[in-house]
């Protein structure tokens, strides 16, 4: 995987994790590009779907067995079988050839993407990890077992690490969000006159500002979670969670408050090029949330 991801030129180390996830995603595009074609060239080889229906199934049974999977809580487990199922369906959903198998895998991929569940759990990133990695593995070598050459077979490992190291990034880019989103807003919070925590912020935007305090004492905030349930979750989690016009107006809400904040902190240069780097992030994550199509 290591390997996989430096061979992205798009990556840079000293840049953020969200910058590494949309290099990443964005390679992942253009090697499948490349594999279709690739694909297209040996006139498209079939398998037998009932094949790799029971390849899924042992590769199942396997995780059941692994101390991984053993060591996590009945919810995780639940979570992973769930996503173990609906790799079965999108198999089935897909016409059985190496091109019906290379889109069950961006399928596949949309569907731990996004989530099962519970999106604000903590919980749910960890299933995705182990059900994510057994099941890619299975579609890879299936693809690897129906087409011929290493360059096929290359590009089908480059391709599978990548995957890999995405679902790592998009963890990652969940606490690094979290973390610069907190810490600009408790250093803009009073000369912004904005609530000092990030969901309290939320509430705010999502509920309207006579509902927010009703929201911050527990009542829902528009999501079919209340306040005091979503304490426990990452912010960047609840913006993801949320429609795209609520997750824009959060970040632009914030770049105005570090704008003021530039303003008013003049006098301290070190902590104004810590708000420009901020800004900077947020507007980041920003035009992120405008390329997205909305799921």
Known sequence: MRDAVETVKEIEPNRSYAHA???VANEIEAESKK?????????NPKFQRQELVEDLRTSINGLKRDPEYKGT????QKLVNQLALEALEVVDNNTPDALGLLQARKDFDDIVRLGKGDVLSPEVETAKGLAGRYVRNVLNEK?????AGDVVHDSLDRSHNLYNAKNLFEKRRYGEATNRITIALQKIANVANLPSTPLALYATLKTGAAAAAGAVAGVGVGTGATLGA???ATIYAVLKAADKTTRLK??????????KGIKAYQSDKNLVRELRADRAY?????NEARQEEEQ
């Open 21 to 23: 996830y949309t290099a």
């Open 35 to 43: 594999l279709i074609s690739l694909i297209q060239k040996q006139a």
């Open 73 to 76: 809580s009945t919810q995780i």
């Open 143 to 147: 693809l690897k077992s129906i087409t």
């Open 230 to 232: 979503l304490g426990g």
């Open 250 to 259: 959060y970040y632009s809400t914030l770049i105005s408050g570090i704008d």
């Open 282 to 286: 947020i507007i980041y994550l920003m």
